[in-house]
C-alpha cells in the first residue's frame, strides 16, 4: 500500500511540473519528493559540450505550514545516472504532511516554471 502512495504520488508530481508553472503534490511525511525536470537541450558531461554543470538549478520549496527554503537541483543525465542527457532533478526530503509547492528556477533552456 505504501509503495502504490509513493508511486502515485511521484506520477503527481512528474504531471504537475508538465502543465504548471507553479507545482505542487501530497507527499507522504519524513520521505523525499524526487522532481524530474526536462531541459530543451541534451547535455553530454563526459565531452562536456554543453557542460550540464555549468547551470544553476534551483527548487524555491514551500512546505505546508508555509516554510519556504531552496533546493539545488542536480544533472541526472537520462534519467537514470547516466553521463548523457536532457534531465535535471531536484530531490526534497518533506518533513510535514500535506501539499508541498515549488517553482523552479534555472539559467538551463526550458528549465523555469
Known amino acids: 500500500m505504501a509503495k502504490r502512495v509513493l508511486w502515485t504520488v511521484f506520477l503527481a508530481v512528474v504531471f504537475a511540473l508538465v502543465g504548471a508553472a507553479a507545482s505542487s503534490a501530497a507527499t507522504p511525511c519524513y520521505g523525499t519528493a524526487e522532481v524530474s525536470l ?3 537541450t541534451s547535455y553530454s558531461a563526459t565531452s562536456g559540450t554543453p557542460n550540464p554543470f555549468d547551470f544553476d538549478v534551483i527548487a524555491q520549496v514551500t512546505s505546508p505550514s508555509g516554510r519556504k527554503f531552496s533546493v539545488r537541483g542536480f544533472f541526472d543525465g537520462n534519467g537514470y545516472g547516466g553521463s548523457s ?10 518533513d510535514e504532511t500535506g501539499t508541498w509547492r515549488w517553482t523552479i528556477s534555472s539559467n538551463a533552456p526550458g528549465l523555469n516554471g
Request: net charge positive; no cysteine.
Open 38 to 40: 526536462t531541459s530543451t
Open 85 to 94: 542527457g536532457n534531465i535535471f532533478k531536484v530531490r526534497i526530503y518533506t
